[in-house]
């Protein structure tokens, strides 16, 4: 899952780039749809890429939860 993000978000990045240096050179109105079309793809993979790393997140959250569950810790009070 954690490859998939990297994937997505690198990707998204790299559209985004592309789409930016279209914007900057269209003086036309199909070159500024041309990076109209880049930017709406790499939204897209921005938004997977983040749904990718809610769920990596959540995974590393669970994985911690269990490890605490399994060897709890004492706690003691500090000595002011």
């Known amino acids: 899952m954690i490859n998939a993000w990297w994937a997505a978000w690198l990707l998204a990045a790299y559209i985004s780039n592309i789409a930016g240096r279209l914007l900057f050179r269209a003086e036309e109105p199909e070159a500024l749809a041309a990076a109209s079309r880049f930017d709406v793809v790499s939204i897209g993979l921005t938004m997977i890429a983040a749904v990718l ?20 810790v004492a706690y003691t009070q500090p000595a002011y």
């Open 53 to 72: 790393a809610i769920a990596v997140i959540r995974k590393i959250t669970d994985a911690q939860e269990q490890q605490v569950r399994a060897a709890p």
